[in-house]
Nanobody, 117 residues
């Protein structure tokens, strides 16, 4: 059973930074495209950033230049470095894995990020 466990959320002032982590267990990390999604109140869950097994990354326009996704295969972990945070970044952030060969997806439980003064 593949499990994804997020950590690193919290309360931060506008302009601050947070680093989210998502550790994967029970699967083969090197086969997965990893993604971070945000779910804000009253909105649908949206993809923020993703990184393929080969390390190619993509970002939604609203976070380009502020967020950086990375992965550490030695630790089976994906990170989301979030800088210059804005109140509109407030959301629950979910980690997602997608097996690049069979399309099977798994989700973490989510971690709350609140940007407020």
């Amino acid at each position: 059973q593949v499990q994804l466990v997020e950590s690193g959320g919290g309360l931060v002032q506008p302009g601050g930074s947070l680093r989210l982590s998502c550790e994967v267990s029970g699967g083969i990390f090197r086969l997965y495209t990893m993604g971070w999604y945000q779910k804000a109140p009253g909105k649908q869950r949206e993809l923020v950033a993703s990184i393929t097994a080969r390390g190619q990354s993509t970002y939604t326009d609203s976070v380009k230049g502020r967020f950086t996704i990375s992965r550490d295969s030695a630790k089976d972990t994906v990170f989301l470095q979030m800088n210059n945070l804005k109140p509109e970044d407030t959301a629950v952030y979910y980690c997602n894995s997608e097996n690049e060969y069979n399309g099977v997806k798994y989700w973490g439980q989510g971690t709350q990020v609140t940007v407020s003064s």
